[in-house]
């Protein structure tokens, strides 16, 4: 590797055209993005995206083969045992011990990420305030529930106060009620280090997330703040209106719409959707027109993609 990438002390991960490949198929290649040393960024991509491998350079679990690595002011290959010391990761199950109280195995993790005897004590009862974990702590880990061993797996994650913690689809199999308390103990430690959120879930990234990055075929096809995001989602000039009788043909003829087609509703009503002729926003010129027409209107509006449609919009463009 060389050594040309600036370590700063504010950034949590900077990534210069990182590439990976397992024999002859290339697994993430020639991915750059810079996330910051607070936050929640969410890390999107269908299966074989690249996901995985990515979480797996950034916890020091493996190599870039090409590319510049830098996490929590370590560069990867450099000082692996100190990189992996500054990051936490919890993987899609929480790798528990069931024969162990939750106190015996947060000793035993305390242990594995290097932690002076005389500062344990401190550092698990931290960990497990702020996972709510703490009256359970005599409790096997194996009859805990599914939801709380995700907690004392976070608990253990954050000994020793990483930098960057990595949570690799964290609320798989958690109930209602204990997504909820997951995604709020996110946000809180996101104010603290950096968060590096995986999942599946668009609802549950939006929920936690202030920014996004959208792999696909091991490339980053998008890394822009969650608003940006959701913006996508009203892109593409498509526009509604359901109006007392069809005004389409008038529309079209006068140069406000193209690609103009209509559904008759339950109560009578038409619904016409439409996309603008110009870049224009057509609502106002619409409304005139129908008012001029004399139709009655009771609704009007630009159409949106679900956040799943922008999602797979993207992934589609990447192949093109």
Same mark, same amino acid.
């Given at each position: 590797?060389?050594?040309?990438?600036?370590?700063?002390?504010?950034?949590?991960?900077?990534?210069?055209?990182?590439?990976?490949?397992?024999?002859?198929?290339?697994?993430?290649?020639?991915?750059?993005?810079?996330?910051?040393?607070?936050?929640?960024?969410?890390?999107?991509?269908?299966?074989?995206?690249?996901?995985?491998?990515?979480?797996?350079?950034?916890?020091?679990?493996?190599?870039?083969?090409?590319?510049? *690595?830098?996490?929590?002011?370590?560069? /990867?290959? +450099?000082?692996? !045992?100190?990189? #992996? @010391? &500054?990051?936490?990761?919890?993987?899609?199950?929480?790798?528990?011990?069931?024969?162990?109280?939750?106190?015996?195995?947060?000793?035993?993790?305390?242990?594995?990420?290097?932690?002076?005897?005389?500062?344990?004590?401190?550092?698990?009862?931290?960990?497990?305030?702020?996972?709510?974990?703490?009256?359970?702590?005599?409790?096997?880990?194996?009859?805990?529930?599914?939801?709380?061993?995700?907690?004392?797996?976070?608990?253990?994650?954050?000994?020793?106060?990483?930098?960057?913690?990595?949570?690799?689809?964290?609320?798989?199999?958690?109930?209602?009620?204990?997504?909820?308390?997951?995604?709020?103990?996110?946000?809180?430690?996101?104010?603290?280090?950096?968060?590096?959120?995986?999942?599946?879930?668009?609802?549950?990234?939006?929920?936690?997330?202030?920014?996004?990055?959208? *792999?696909?075929?091991?490339?980053?096809? /998008?890394? +822009?703040?969650? !608003?940006?995001? #959701? @913006? &996508?989602?009203?892109?593409?000039?498509?526009?509604?209106?359901?109006?007392?009788?069809?005004?389409?043909?008038?529309?079209?003829?006068?140069?406000?719409?193209?690609?103009?087609?209509?559904?008759?509703?339950?109560?009578?009503?038409?619904?016409?959707?439409?996309?603008?002729?110009?870049?224009?926003?057509?609502?106002?010129?619409?409304?005139?027109?129908?008012?001029?027409?004399?139709?009655?209107?009771?609704?009007?509006?630009?159409?949106?993609?679900?956040?799943?449609?922008?999602?797979?919009?993207?992934?589609?463009?990447?192949?093109?």
């Amino acid at each position: 590797m060389t050594s040309g990438l600036a370590i700063q002390a504010e950034v949590g991960v900077v990534a210069s055209r990182i590439e990976k490949r397992f024999g002859r198929a290339v697994a993430v290649r020639d991915a750059t993005f810079t996330l910051p040393a607070r936050g929640v960024c969410g890390l999107l991509g269908p299966n074989g995206a690249g996901k995985t491998t990515t979480i797996r350079m950034i916890a020091g679990l493996t190599l870039p083969d090409a590319g510049e *690595l830098v996490v929590a002011g370590c560069r /990867a290959g +450099e000082r692996s !045992e100190e990189l #992996r @010391a &500054r990051v936490g990761y919890l993987p899609e199950s929480a790798p528990l011990y069931p024969e162990l109280t939750v106190r015996e195995y947060l000793e035993y993790r305390a242990g594995l990420v290097g932690l002076e005897r005389t500062a344990r004590a401190a550092h698990i009862g931290r960990a497990m305030d702020r996972c709510d974990v703490a009256r359970f702590s005599h409790r096997r880990c194996g009859l805990l529930s599914k939801g709380m061993q995700q907690r004392v797996g976070l608990a253990a994650t954050i000994l020793g106060d990483p930098s960057v913690v990595i949570l690799d689809e964290p609320s798989v199999g958690l109930d209602p009620s204990q997504v909820l308390a997951f995604r709020q103990l996110v946000r809180e430690l996101g104010e603290q280090r950096l968060v590096l959120f995986s999942s599946h879930l668009l609802s549950e990234v939006e929920s936690v997330c202030s920014e996004l990055i959208v *792999l696909a075929h091991g490339r980053v096809v /998008a890394h +822009e703040p969650l !608003e940006r995001f #959701r @913006a &996508r989602a009203s892109e593409g000039g498509r526009y509604f209106v359901e109006s007392e009788r069809s005004f389409a043909v008038a529309a079209m003829a006068s140069g406000l719409c193209v690609d103009a087609y209509e559904s008759s509703l339950a109560d009578g009503w038409v619904r016409t959707e439409f996309r603008a002729s110009g870049d224009e926003d057509p609502r106002v010129a619409v409304g005139r027109l129908l008012a001029e027409v004399r139709i009655p209107v009771r609704a009007m509006g630009a159409l949106e993609r679900t956040l799943e449609q922008v999602f797979v919009s993207l992934v589609q463009e990447s192949a093109s």
